[in-house]
DNA sequence: GATGTGTGTATCTCTCAGCGATACATCTAT
DNA sequence: ATAGATGTATCGCTGAGAGATACACACATC
């Protein structure tokens, strides 16, 4: 389907030759190595044997035995019920709820986004900034969803989706090519957007209308339209966007019905700071 | 809303003092240490401070400062856009991802789940088994949804519940009067299963109807049926359940009309052991 | 039946990661 | 001021755990 890549990009770590770390007397070894090994099966297919673990981590086989066997007790892994094999554990699902749950600005979100799926009658997604990528965590599904209903987690590149557009437009310039220029760039369908000229003309458009408009960038039939979310001091941490087919609309016709309420969803939904007591604005 | 309390059961761990795993040459207190600070959360009611953090995994302040640093600069926890105070990060989101995408059950289950709700115009969910608990993996929203969207990860007793009842009636009966005997057994609301005879009567009824019925046990007006999803070897390892208003149902009508519908879900679901190729069977 | 390459599992010794104590610089709140 | 949070930084001693090595058990293939 969508061509498989790497999209962790910059937040990618080297399990532990990060070399980054060398110096930090606070970084403990240990933690990485032990993330590392959750992390293994970012890249895999199947569920994955031991020293697939091991491989995929960057430790040694003998860490990898020690960390899994850890991490089975403990409930972040488990085994697959039928073949053998390893894969990430129930456990896992626990830190997602809690994530959810605990998050001011997703528990905003909850009644808006039911809100706007009730007046716009098609897909509303909420996902979250993390610098060459968004990942979905809320999803309104439509009546007609044909695919996956699996997308928490799900990450897409920020440089091409309405939700990533939305997020740029509250970025200055420079910072947008950086974000562009760590991308991978290889391009979903035939119109996706190839290049930084490209993203700064969307980025502007975005500016002046408030809300990005973008189509056929992930799949051929596609348009989507998205708004960013704000935290207190208005730097962009989210955005919230809705799909729809372009056999049943066109760009403008899905942009002007629901552009509007994207906007005031995405304003709502944004940090409001508590009136005059903030950080330095008191003086 | 529904009262809180710790439905991690028996799985719970104590996060190092657990003393059982003194004598496991194999597993890591680091690992260990490293899990208990990440679930942490799961007690948790808002964004924490790190000594917070601290004895919520049970682990002293040095520890937490140097463990909180390191999960930190691998994104497995983020601090609190507005307000100071730690949370669960992005990569947690990445790790769901890959549990719901690589688990090979919940691969054949989406299509499943899609057309179940298609037919039944219900809110149809997919949960995993994990002892005294069920575990939402899949939801799929129903027309007249009116509260929280994000439920992947929620967990729910087995004893009371449509999902838990359908996966303990495939279980010896020793093990489920163990399963319940560790429970909490605190109700929800007036009518919710207080005894392992009552248990054991929905238990008995499910194993000759085929799916469990349940009303009221969660919510005051709700009805819901499941049917237990299997593993190769015949175990439960999960269940799909419908839930409806009884103020658009009766248990009988929920039951005869969406009954064989769940049941054949879980059954297609369900492990299918490659002909005659199977451990022990050959000979 | 050998042989090879995969799996998971177990044991042992030496050393450096990281434990835990202690100190400090902020804040906010009395 | 005083008191109690918060996050942050330094440091020397020691036992957790690295990493090598070995074994049991699957499957293949010749």
């Not at 980054?20 to 070894?29: C, G, W």
């Not at 040694?60 to 039928?82: C, F, Y």
């Amino acid at each position: 389907m969508t061509t498989f890549r790497d999209l962790r990009g910059i937040s990618s770590f080297d399990p532990d030759e990060g070399e980054a770390y060398k110096d930090d007397p606070l970084f403990m070894r240990s933690v990485a190595r032990t993330v590392a090994v959750m992390s293994a099966f970012q890249s895999a297919r199947h569920p994955l044997s031991l020293s697939q673990v091991a491989t995929a981590a960057g430790v040694d086989r003998s860490a990898a035995q020690r960390i899994v066997h850890s991490l089975l007790k403990l409930g972040m892994l488990t085994r697959d019920p039928e073949d053998r094999g390893y894969l990430p554990g129930l456990r896992v699902l626990d830190m997602t709820h809690d994530l959810l749950r605990l998050n001011p600005m997703l528990q905003r979100a909850n009644p808006v986004m039911l809100e706007l799926r009730r007046r716009v009658r098609e897909r509303v997604d909420l996902s979250l900034f993390d610098d060459v990528r968004v990942v979905y965590a809320l999803r309104m599904p439509s009546k007609h969803e044909i695919f996956s209903a699996t997308i928490v987690g799900h990450a897409v590149p920020t440089y091409c989706t309405a939700g990533g557009i939305a997020i740029l437009s509250l970025l200055p310039d420079e910072k947008v090519a950086d974000i562009v220029k760590r991308s991978d760039l290889t391009p979903f369908t035939s119109h996706t957007i190839r290049t930084l000229d490209e993203v700064m003309v969307h980025v502007h458009a975005t500016r002046e209308r408030g809300h990005s408009v973008l189509c056929r960038q992930l799949l051929n039939h596609e348009v989507a339209i998205g708004a960013p979310i704000r935290d207190s001091s208005g730097a962009p941490i989210g955005a919230i966007h809705v799909a729809g087919s372009l056999q049943e609309w066109t760009a403008e016709g899905f942009s002007d019905s629901f552009g509007p309420l994207v906007q005031n969803a995405a304003q709502t939904v944004s940090e409001k700071a508590p009136i005059g007591i903030r950080k330095g604005i008191q003086e």
